[in-house]
Every structure is written in C-alpha cells, then in structure tokens.
C-alpha cells in the first residue's frame, strides 16, 4: 500500500510539474509575441474595443490589448446616437476614456465615425427641415471632431455612403443634403480637426463597381481641393471566399489616388450567409443548420481560416509601403458582432484569438508570415 501510495504521489508531483511548465510554455508563447512587434515597421495593428474594454473591465482582454496592439477603434461608443443622444446634448463620457486609454498605453486611436446613417439618434433622424439638419450636421462635426482634435490620431469621416453598385447609399444624409455631403463631411472635419487624418470608410469597396463609386466619390472630394487622407477597407469576408484578386487591385488603385490604404474592421466569419457585406440592416431568422459548430471548430475549417488569415497577411506585407493600418473588428472570438449578425446567437469564430483569449492557428500563421 505505502509504496502505491508513493507511486501516485510520484505521478501527481509530475502531472503538476508539466503542467505546470505546460502553463509557463503558454505564457511565455503568449509573452514571446506580439502583433504590433512582428509587424511593427509594415503596419499599425489595431482592434476594436467595447465598453467593457474601455473601462478596463476585462483583465484577460486588457492584457492582450496591451500586448498584441497600438492602434484602437472604439466599436461603438462614438457613434453619433451614443456621443449625441439629444440636440443639445453631448455624452463625451466612454470617448473621453477611450482617448485617456490611448494615452496611457501608447495606442492611437480612430475615431469611429463622425458621419453614418445608421446608430443615428431618433433626434436626428426626425429632422424634417433641410436647414435644420444642416445646423445638426454642422454642429455634430464641429463639437465632436473639434473635442479630439490633438487628442486622437484619425477620423473615419464617412462611413458607408455607398451601394454595392457604386451609386450613393439613399440614407437621411443623401436624402437632406444631397450627394454633397461627404466633401461637406470632410470640410468641416479638416477645419476642426487640421492636425487628424481624414478617412473615407466602408465594405465591399474592393469590389470593382463599389470600389469605382469609392473612386469616385473620394476624386469628387479631392477635386473640390478638400482634404482627405485615406481610404478604409472594411475586412469583413468569409472562409475560403476572401477577394484576394480584388483586394490587391483596389489597394494599388486606392494608393495611386495619393490615400493612404488602411484595413479597418477586419474578421473572416466561418458560418453559412448567403451575401457578403456588413450592411447592419439585413437580418436572416435563427436555425439551427446556421449554426452548425456550437461546440467547437472543426480542424479543416480551423486550418482554412487559418490559410485565409496567411494568404491575406502576405499579401498585406506585399504592399506594406501602401497599407498603414490593420485593425481587426474585436480582440476575441466571443466579443465579435458576428455571433448576433445577420443571425443572432450563434458562435462565431473570425478573429486570431479563441473565447479563452489563446491564439489561434490563424494567429500563428499571421506571425509566420513574417519568417518567410
Ligand atoms: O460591431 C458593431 C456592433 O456592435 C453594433 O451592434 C453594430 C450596429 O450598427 O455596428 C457594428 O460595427 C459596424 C461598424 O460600426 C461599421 N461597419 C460594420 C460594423 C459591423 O456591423
């Protein structure tokens, strides 16, 4: 008996000693790299973060936003319909924590977004007189973008103006102003922000007929001797569907025009949609055959996603001296908008780290880029 006895404590001393060196691996694995190292003379590497993040509510998250990144997008909390709920009300409050984060930990941050149709407050939104609107639009840019002007480092001034056929979007913007508006947009931002770069935002606009609208309405703005710095990709693809031959295409026509190329939301989604896009209004009704990996990813999508994170990171790294900016749309896979959009509850698995915050193959194929 005494010698069992010393037998399994013999075996529980070397379970927890590999376990132990097994977490200190994990560790010094998560510690050894970093995101905005490896990539830190090609690119900025950013992230968006929520409210719990802002506020350093989440430690596991804060910890691989400090390690991994030093560029931010806040998801949410500068849109027009939270930072100016009422007329004459302004809620600077999460943006100004947001900035004070930046700040202390050397991250810059994006202002996310000054002029889009959609998370507008009902105020606005019920604006009838074009003069009216045009006083709300005036006012909007002028106190939001001159609160941040030497405290954030970009703007996205307008966000998806467009339609996939590269016509403008018929929002409230279009609709009071007419087509206007996004030079109007950017005037304004250029004269209260002087110091902020000004970028043009929005999905699909690496595919041809959207991204000739892009060029269009970015040559309407330049022509009118209007200010604006560069142009933001979304990112929001799909498994083994990435448009690499589009993406390429339109950073090299985005760069040619003088703008500054910036992948700015980016996650490749694995569930079944039957469009590409982002666009927040198109919603399809909850079944389970959508949601076909509650429990866990399947290898061969893990290493097709993974494949398709790669194949965009050389690509990236191949116009580096284009591409300023890569900014993923959430820090981990449990945090991303994809597990409610364009069906709610169900999970998703777009990003480079897991629900545990671990990286995934995807993330350890993005650093691999870099020694090839
Ligand atoms: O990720 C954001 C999500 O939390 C919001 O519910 C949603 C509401 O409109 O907006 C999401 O972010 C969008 C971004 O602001 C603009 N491009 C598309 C993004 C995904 O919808």
């Not at 909007?140 to 403008?168: C, P």
């Not at 169900?346 to 350890?364: G, I, Q, S």
Request: positive net charge; charged residues 25%.
């Amino acid at each position: 008996m005494p010698y069992n006895n010393n037998k399994t404590l013999v075996r529980c001393i070397v379970l927890a000693i590999a376990t132990c060196s097994m977490g200190t691996q994990w560790v010094s694995a998560q510690k050894k790299t970093s995101l905005k190292k490896v990539f830190a003379k090609d690119f900025g590497i950013g992230t968006a973060m929520n409210t719990a993040q802002i506020e350093e509510r989440d430690a596991k998250a804060n910890a691989v936003i400090l390690q991994h990144f030093n560029m931010a997008t806040p998801e949410n909390i500068m849109k027009a319909e939270i930072i100016h709920p009422q007329w004459d009300v302004y809620n600077f409050d999460l943006a100004d924590k947001m900035v004070a984060y930046g700040k202390k930990n050397k991250i810059k941050i994006n202002g996310h977004t000054l002029i889009w149709h959609s998370q507008l407050p009902a105020f606005a939104r019920n604006i009838r007189s074009v003069d009216s609107f045009r006083t709300f639009f005036t006012n909007h840019i002028n106190t939001v973008a001159g609160r941040y002007k030497d405290q954030i480092f970009s703007w996205d001034v307008v966000n998806e103006a467009l339609n996939e056929d590269g016509t403008m979007r018929r929002s409230v913007f279009l609709s009071r102003l007419g087509d206007n508006f996004v030079t109007e947009a950017f005037r304004l931002a250029a004269a209260a922000a002087p110091k902020t770069e000004l970028y043009y935002n929005d999905y699909n606009n690496e595919q041809p007929a959207k991204r000739a609208g892009c060029i269009a309405l970015i040559k309407k703005i330049q022509d009118a001797g209007v200010r604006i710095d560069g142009v933001g990709i979304q990112g929001h693809w799909h498994v083994g569907k990435v448009p690499f031959k589009d993406i390429e295409e339109s950073i090299i026509q985005y760069a040619a025009m003088g703008l500054k190329v910036m992948f700015t939301e980016l996650d490749i989604e694995v569930l079944p949609r039957s469009f590409q896009g982002a666009d927040v209004n198109q919603r399809v009704a909850s079944n389970p055959a959508l949601n076909p990996y509650p429990n866990g990813l399947p290898d061969s999508v893990q290493q097709q996603l993974a494949n398709d994170y790669e194949a965009l990171f050389k690509l990236f790294l191949k116009h580096k001296d284009k591409i300023t900016r890569v900014t993923f749309w959430g820090v981990n896979d449990g945090q991303s908008w994809l597990n409610d959009w364009p069906v709610r509850g169900r999970t998703n698995y777009p990003l480079l780290f897991d629900r545990e915050f671990n990286p995934k193959p995807a993330y350890y194929k993005v650093i691999g880029t870099k020694n090839k």
